[in-house]
């Protein structure tokens, strides 16, 4: 098997050494191997598993749950389907009340921008939205 160093594999990545030494000591990537001098040795499944920590953190997932994700991926005797699909279905949860606090936010901000100034001049116990954010009322 091919060993990789980790500016070897940060190249082919297309990501920079501290990121890969990062996904390292997150438990992200395995330890690597070491050289007689002290080099990391990485396998290339590592290129691998940083292109994917990538693709998963564009689309959203946390670096806990990429972990999660990897650590399912790589199970050698089986991969846990109901695990997965139950993975899936909290995310879709999560994603849901995301878009109702998003939606509920800009609701309140649509509100801020739409009450028209007395004034240029607002004292700031006087903004609207400032006012609901201090009192926890942004959700209408």
Do not use: W
């Amino acid at each position: 098997m091919m060993s990789l160093t980790i500016s070897q594999v940060a190249r082919a990545a297309n990501v920079n050494i501290e990121t890969v030494k990062y996904y390292e000591k997150r438990g992200l990537l395995p330890p690597p191997e070491r050289s007689r001098s002290g080099y990391r040795m990485f396998s290339k499944a590592a290129v691998e598993d940083i292109n994917l920590i990538k693709k998963a953190q564009e689309i959203g997932f946390t670096l806990n749950e990429i972990k999660h994700i990897l650590a399912l991926v790589k199970q050698n005797h089986y991969f846990p389907v109901d695990e997965m699909q139950a993975f899936a279905s909290a995310k879709i949860n999560e994603i849901n009340e995301q878009i109702s606090r998003l939606e509920s936010f800009k609701a309140l901000l649509q509100q801020a921008v739409s009450q028209p100034a007395l004034s240029s001049q607002r004292r700031k116990q006087d903004c609207p939205l400032l006012n609901k954010i201090r009192k926890g009322d942004i959700h209408g």
